[in-house]
């Protein structure tokens, strides 16, 4: 897709404010996605999980919003483009996912998308001309880096031993077709 | 010598490759009409695609027939290669006169072993002093001379069938025709056909495959899609003609499967649609169908009925696809089945399962078969009825739509694609009132109720059957073997014999209490249809219940039941 | 940036309230976002837009969208999407199917609905397996890979149905990866939009029955070259890529089909006129 940038273009203040604020609300969808994936399997404890971090998420697009005045990031958001290959950074791994899931793997899950958000900020941070957007790019970083840090707290509160995907499941699949 | 007069007259054109007595036929049926008779066509041929063996055969007659006679008057041979084929099709008689060339070699065994007279026609040497002449056009002539027709009662016909090919194949026609009706005598029938008496009604030359698809788009059929298989194709031929010329359109599908599902497709966006085909197409085509009762999208399947099992005789009629139209699918399936009963007949059924269609949102399968569906048939115009599909549907939806509602009439109303508010999924899968793919009980079970009630609760009137004669003797029968039926008990009459003849035009759903009604004080009943596994005896012992004295009468196809076999089954019962 | 037109709709205006019953880690969730996402973009109201399927997993997604829906037998979408598209042109319609419903049982209506070329989209979630009953080779499955069906394997050549399209007559062929959820949108904007016959091939993990492919994601990569509108340039290069080459890789220009309707119609009776004697 040659005609089509691989990733949004940031140049100006409000292109990365719509960015972030799109990298908010695609994360909200996909936690939003998992928790019901969990509940329809029944993995009740994750669906709480995935619920919190969405809540979570919702309140960092309030945030930008709020960073963002008479900006209205909503209707800049496709103008900026979007991810052709990969994802929204902070959007979670929906092929990651499996029903047995543990709140540690959940976590895990959100630390990735933590981490590749930092990285894309960073490199805004590199990037950008404009003086305003590079110091939001900066003041981003410093909040990713303190999701970052909350997740690994949480994933040590949380971890035990790993669990192995798929490899233990003492149900077989049920065929529908 | 004086004549006798008959009301009917029969003859058979037989030739092989190229000497087009198929197309002589129609011909003669053309011109027989023209000068005011009734007439039914029927054609026999080899397996070949071209250069088979081939007859026509041709009942004339002062009224509307609906069957052969019991024996052909006369026969017309341009050859007699591979004539033994028809000898079970072509019952002939001491009384029956042919016509052949004694230069196209013997008279088969079973044309001689018959007893009947034969009179020289030169066709080989009459073409020898003629090149331009056809030996089918002598032999149309011959006929039209024996048939006591002038002519140029033909002329007509020929200059329309050949006009687009000039001039002089028309003028070599008409010399011909004439050289044909000059080489024989005009009295050397034992029985002459009187003139028709002035008929007021509009008369129709129509086959009961066109008359399937006019009476399907006077029904409201405006989508259909194809996939040619004989004896059904004509319908789909002239769909695809016609529905042109009525805002309608018919798409070519790959296979059956395709067929089926395309139209499941087109109606669910709104059009009335169709598809026509035979037993083994209806094979392919039963798991759509399941797939439009589960849904509720009215859908009509035409089945014209030939030999089976499998490839069977594509050519040939039998009635032996019964079975499969009433419990071909799997899963509790309520459906409709209806037949006609005569080419006449299949304009009006067809009209009406397009309606019955359209009214319940359920898939109707017409069972047509070889001999009315391409059979050429001269008949009254048939009355124009009412019927019209006229669909429940959905428009200016508030709140949440519930396509498959259980809170109301058992036939919901359907939402279009387009109407905003009403988008829901079709589905195959047990749903819920909304069409939500459900495997509760619950949601199984109701939707089960609707579909089956919403067929219960339908009254479909004084056209389930036709009912004919009285008397404690009855005849149980359906589609094309009717005529036959009708004719023989006619001829039971006039020995005395009071026979009622009940022919269900709708298979199902049952009619358990109109059955009832017309089988009151019958003391006997016969069974007669053409299957050999007496498929419609077992499914009239299913669905009703039956006088304790029943005799069924079945036979395979494809040789079709004249009159005197029904006659001869209804003298054989008062002898016995 | 041009100032384009604000989209009058979202992609959870196309989303319906049920919840798919997919294995987490599915891709076809990815799918069902694409969809919704470029539906979104199309800016067409969900009543006229139709999603056709037959049966499998992938063929969920009609009832998961609020769009018109048919979920059909298995294998015959395309049939039923093609009536639907002939009586209602104005629909844009989209047929949702996999490697089993779409290449196996259904594959003689993809051949032909390749060379019919009508205005419809398919889009194959492809899997290389029979996820919905529980892990039988399809047409695309590797020939060594053993299941309780066929164990030691098929030992059968998958097919190729990027090339079986072209081959057939398909005016736009493209090659997607789920997990790619912009690019995939993009795709199928491309797809819906482009006249004719489209089709979409998009490789969805089964993390269920082939945990292999949860690889997929480092093995895809943007196609090295442009869409070309030369079929027989398009096949080489599919036929000699690595399977996972992405992006639109044909873009034909033949006319789509258009079903003859006979205008506004005529009188019935003037039918009759051929059977007159």
Redesign the interface.
Known sequence: MSDKADAPSVSTLSDLLAVAYQIEVDAIERYKMLAEQMETHNNVELAAVFRDLARAEGIHAAEIRRLAGDVDVAALGPEVGQWMTGDSPEAADLSSAHYMMSRAEALRMALAGEERALAFFEEVVKSVEDPEARELAKQLVEEEREHVELCHQLIRRHDKPLRRLGVEDPDAPEPQG | MQLAEISSVSLAFLGSGGAGVISTGELLLEAA??NGWYGLLTRSVGPQIRGGEAAAMLRLATQPVDCHADRFDLLVAVDWLNAQRFALEMPLGPRTIALCDPESGAVPEFVRAAGVRVIELPLKAMTAANPEWRPNMIALGAALRVLGLPEDAARAAIENRFGDKGAAVIVASLAAVKGGADAVESGVLPARLPAPAASGT?????SGN?AVG?GA??GGVR?A?AYPITPATEILEWLAL??????????Q???E???????????????P?ITATSGPGLSLMV??I??ATA?EVPIVVVDVMRGGPSTGIPTKSEQSDLNIALYGMHGDAPHIVVAPQSVSDCVFTAQWATYLAEAMQIPVLLLSDQFMGQAHA?ID?PADVAFVGQRRIARDIAGTYRRYSLNGPNVTAM???????????????SHSER???SSAASDHRAQLDKRANKVHEFDFGDHWATLHGSGEIAVLTWGSVTGAVLEGIALARTDGIDVRVIAPRLLLPAQPERMAAALGGVRELIVIEQSHGAQFYRYLRAHYHLPRNVRVVNSAGPLPLRPGDIYRELTAERAA | MSAEPKPAYKASDFKSDIAPIWCPGCGDYHVLLSITRALAQLGKPPEQVAIVSGIGCSSRIPAYTNCYGFHGVHGRALPIATGLKVIRPDQTVIVTTGDGDGYSIGGNHFLHACRRNLDLTMIVMDNHIYGMTKGQPSPTTEPDLDTALTPGGTGLRPFNPLVIALASGANFVARAFAGNIGQTTSIIVDAVTHPGFSFVEILSPCVTFRPDQRSWKTQVHPAPVDATDDPARAARRIMTDDGFNLGVLYRGNRQPYTPKFGGSGCDLSELEREFEL
């Open positions: 009409c023209k509009a008369r129709w030359r129509i066109q006019l788009v006077r989508f899609a016609n529905l042109a010329k009525v805002g309608g359109a018919l798409v599908a790959e296979d499967l395709a067929s089926i599902n395309m139209i499941i497709g087109g109606s669910y966006a709104g059009a649609s798991e759509g399941g797939l849904a001269a115009r939402a279009l694609p387009g109407t905003p508010g009403g988008q829901y999924t079709a589905d195959g899968l069409g939500t793919p």
